[in-house]
């Protein structure tokens, strides 16, 4: 049956591929993928899926499902990209295919694609009768600093569900293990009171001043966080380009990240208080926003087991000469980057296998699978999919669609992003995440386990990161 699977995705590879480069075409930034998530709800419900539109509210956010009955397996799929990162596809030299546009430098185009393979793989074993049960296709938008999942599982997505499995671009084949960061992002928009800045300057007060003190106070905050925290920001508004004019507004955007929600809000405090006491210093007042936020993530070793074994299972992408040299050329754009795998999770034996399998970092195709080593190492970054995971068993894993080291949301990326050596990669998630899918739909023993787990790990309860009043739509920056 798995074989099965992987030709039928195989057989209709071109279809999913031209989904893949459309997304990549449009590059739609966060909450505003409305040609994306169009072109998703068309080939769905031509497939013959029930499409729920406007999911939590969110324009851009739908729950496509088909077959009936338990178990309910959900997919997830992403589609925003990232602004300023627009580059000519498939050559080894930054070149902006629009100048100041955008890109999709996290592969998103082919997360939602490779999830779409994989949904349509599964329903037509539902269709024909090999397979009984739901599968639910997720269109997630929002990712990259909107957190749209966050709002689709305050609003009661993902909890009827069985079990959620995603992927995600990455430069290796392997299962994602241990958490990510919970993070609250913020905005802080100062406003004072305008003035000469030579003529009446004790007129005025400088919102500007307020937001550059803020940012002081934070920058003294970080001797005495935790190692597992950090703060980000970025200015937003500076009040203007005439320096002869005290400024009357300044915005400026957090992003506090800890190790659970709780421990987030509690660091948030006291950037709110930095920020109040810029405002007495100044003269000044602020408002306080929430534009977003996302939990901590919970690691299922039952599920990261079963995806190990469809990576293994799944035929790994076989390239040509030209993949290979377009590969090495890009891995030749960047140097001094760190290699995979080395992270605190993996013992000295593990590290040392796989410097064994990448030549020392110099290999320019992680064309194996990583090995898998259950572990409760803490990514510093952080994912929307950790809301998901505290309604329901949640796994996810990388394939390898960039050149080893890749560099995170780069041109690079861009580039790599539309080429047969991201596609071959992208179906290959395909057919690992439909394998999985198919074992949870048939061994009742699994989902079991896996329920087990995720009841132990989450007996703490989810700490929802957005506030009981934030609006119903997540808030575009």
């Not at 329903?123 to 296709?137: A, D, P, S």
Request: one cysteine or more; charged letters at 20%; aromatic letters at 8%.
């Amino acid at each position: 049956m798995k074989e099965s699977i992987y030709s039928y995705i195989s057989s209709r590879s071109g279809e999913f591929i031209e989904i893949s480069d459309k997304i990549w075409e449009f590059a739609e930034l966060s909450l505003n993928e409305y040609k994306s998530a169009a072109c998703y709800i068309d080939f769905l419900k031509k497939e013959g899926f029930s499409v729920r539109e406007q999911a939590a509210n969110v324009p851009t956010a739908f729950v496509a499902s088909y077959g009936s009955g338990r178990p309910r397996i959900g997919i997830l799929a992403e589609y925003d990209a990232l602004s300023s990162l627009s580059q000519k596809p498939g050559i080894a030299n930054q070149q902006p295919l629009v100048p100041g546009g955008h890109g999709h430098g996290c592969g998103h185009n082919l997360l939602g694609a490779g999830s779409l393979a994989a949904a349509v793989a599964v329903k037509n074993l539902i269709e024909t009768g090999k397979l009984h049960g739901t599968v639910v296709f997720y269109g997630c938008p929002g990712e990259e600093g909107c957190a749209g999942k966050t709002f689709m599982a305050r609003d009661g997505e993902f909890r009827d569900l069985d079990a959620a499995i995603t992927w995600h671009p990455g430069d290796t084949n392997e299962v994602t293990t241990g958490s990510n960061a919970a993070c609250l992002q913020y905005l802080y928009s100062f406003q004072g009171q305008t003035a000469h800045a030579a003529g009446d300057p004790h007129l005025g007060r400088s919102a500007l001043d307020a937001a550059e003190l803020m940012n002081v106070g934070v920058q003294f905050l970080r001797e005495h966080m935790r190692s597992c925290e950090s703060v980000h920001y970025s200015f937003l508004d500076v009040g203007g380009p005439s320096p002869n004019v005290v400024q009357p507004t300044a915005s400026v955007l957090y992003m506090v990240r800890s190790d659970n929600v709780r421990n987030a809000k509690q660091l948030l405090e006291r950037v709110h208080n930095i920020a109040r006491g810029a405002c007495l210093m100044t003269g000044t007042t602020v408002s306080i926003r929430q534009v977003d936020g996302t939990a901590s993530t919970l690691s299922n070793t039952v599920l990261e087991e079963l995806i190990q074994k469809n990576l293994q299972s799944a035929p790994l992408p076989v390239y040509d000469r030209k993949e290979l040299r377009f590969a090495e050329a890009i891995h030749g754009t960047y140097t001094n980057r760190e290699l995979p795998g080395t992270a605190p999770k993996f013992d000295w034996k593990v590290k040392k296998l796989v410097k064994e399998l990448t030549a020392d970092g110099h290999k320019a195709v992680n064309d194996f699978v990583m090995p898998y080593v259950p572990s409760d190492y803490m990514s510093p970054g952080s994912t929307d999919v950790g809301d998901v995971s505290w309604l329901t068993p949640t796994a996810q894993f990388n394939a390898a669609t960039w050149p080893s080291n890749c560099p995170g949301h780069s041109w690079q990326m861009v580039s790599t992003g539309k080429t047969s050596f991201a596609h071959k990669a992208m179906l290959y998630a395909g057919q690992v995440l439909a394998g999985t899918a198919y074992d949870l739909m048939t061994d009742p023993a699994i989902l079991e386990k896996a329920r087990a787990e995720f009841e132990d790990t989450a007996a703490g309860g989810y700490d929802c990161p957005l506030e009981a009043d934030l609006v119903a739509e997540p808030a575009a920056v």
